[in-house]
């Protein structure tokens, strides 16, 4: 609910204030399929693609909830996980 609260309060804040670059930066090659970006994106942007790995569909008319953002954030500790076995960095 914090991060819920936190992206609808300050969605522009840096989203490595919240999240590692592990996290941040594969999600970011899973949901967008692309190498990540030298600056890391907003936070709003960061919790929008969290939820949709836990079943949010991105629309401008609905807003995500908690279950599909602690869906998501569930499939980060994964990627995470993963990104710092066998990631680039």
Not at 12 to 29: G, N, R
Request: proline share 8%.
């Amino acid at each position: 609910m914090y991060l819920c609260r936190l992206g609808c309060e300050c969605p522009d804040l840096d989203c490595e204030t919240i999240f590692e670059p592990s996290e941040w930066k594969s999600v970011w090659m899973t949901i967008r399929r692309e190498d990540p970006p030298s600056k890391p994106p907003s936070l709003n942007a960061m919790i929008r693609m969290i939820a949709s790995l836990g079943g949010y569909v991105i629309r401008r008319s609905t807003r995500r909830g908690t279950q599909t953002l602690w869906l998501g954030l569930q499939r980060v500790h994964d990627l995470s996980t993963a990104w710092e076995s066998f990631g680039p960095d």
